[in-house]
Antibody
Framework: EVRLVESGGRVVLPGGSLRLSCAAS????????MHWVRQVPGKGLEWVSHISWNGNSAYYADSVKGRFTVSRDNSNNSVFLQMDSLKSDDTAVYFC????????????WGQGTLVTVSS | EIVLTQSPSTLSLSPGERATLSCRAS???????LAWYQQKVGQPHTLLIYDTSKRATGIPDRFSGTGSGTDFTLTIARLEPEDFAVYYCQQYDTSPLTFGGGAKVEIK
């Protein structure tokens, strides 16, 4: 069974940092590009970042470029999102998802982890 | 970036009825790289359709996708109780990936 389980979301102060994790299981992790997508509760979806299967390439939305860093550990089937200089606009549920290529459709998603940036 | 506009934002229908959801792109998707997802409360997003019209694994044939250029449609032939949810379109024709604003199919 394919599983993607996000963790690390919590309340953080503006300007603070947070590291999200996504643990994958049930598939050959290093066959896939991994994505982070976020959703403000009750609103639409915004692609945030993706990282290639080997970690050699990473791409970011303009809204997070220079503040967020995506990485992966293929030996532990995990992908991470380091979030620095957080703003209130970053408040959202963060989902990890996979695709075979990029850009591409996302064929499996996790359930998400909530990040709240607030003083 | 390509902006996707979904309409209507809410569709009120009864079980057994046909649902037609529209997704319009701000410029042509030359490769017709458009996908549809279903979101239910407390559940991961589910891929329904990719490449405009291909059903994902395990998706019932009451779901179908059509379209080309800038206009795309998701049709649910006969609504089942489990189909009442929010639906999103997404383009992967051009980076960055972008999503439509969503369309809620609710019980009338």
């Amino acid at each position: 069974e394919v599983r993607l389980v996000e963790s690390g979301g919590r309340v953080v102060l503006p300007g603070g940092s947070l590291r999200l994790s996504c643990a994958a299981s049930g598939f050959t992790f290093d066959d896939y590009t991994m994505h982070w997508v976020r959703q403000v509760p009750g609103k639409g979806l915004e692609w945030v970042s993706h990282i290639s299967w080997n970690g050699n390439s990473a791409y970011y939305a303009d809204s997070v470029k220079g503040r967020f860093t995506v990485s992966r550990d293929n030996s532990n089937n995990s992908v991470f999102l380091q979030m620095d200089s957080l703003k209130s606009d970053d408040t959202a549920v963060y989902f990890c998802a996979r695709s075979l290529l990029a850009p591409a459709y996302l064929d499996f998603w996790g359930q998400g982890t909530l990040v709240t940036v607030s003083s | 970036e390509i902006v996707l506009t979904q309409s209507p934002s809410t569709l009120s229908l009864s079980p057994g009825e046909r649902a037609t959801l529209s997704c319009r792109a701000s410029r042509s998707l030359s490769s017709q790289y458009l996908a549809w997802y279903q979101q239910k409360v407390g559940q991961p997003h589910t891929l329904l359709i990719y490449d405009t019209s291909k059903r994902a694994t395990g998706i019932p044939d009451r779901f179908s996708g059509t379209g080309s250029g800038t206009d795309f449609t998701l049709t649910i032939a006969r609504l089942e109780p489990e189909d009442f949810a929010v639906y999103y379109c997404q383009q992967y024709d051009t980076s960055p990936l972008t999503f439509g604003g969503g369309a809620k199919v609710e019980i009338k």
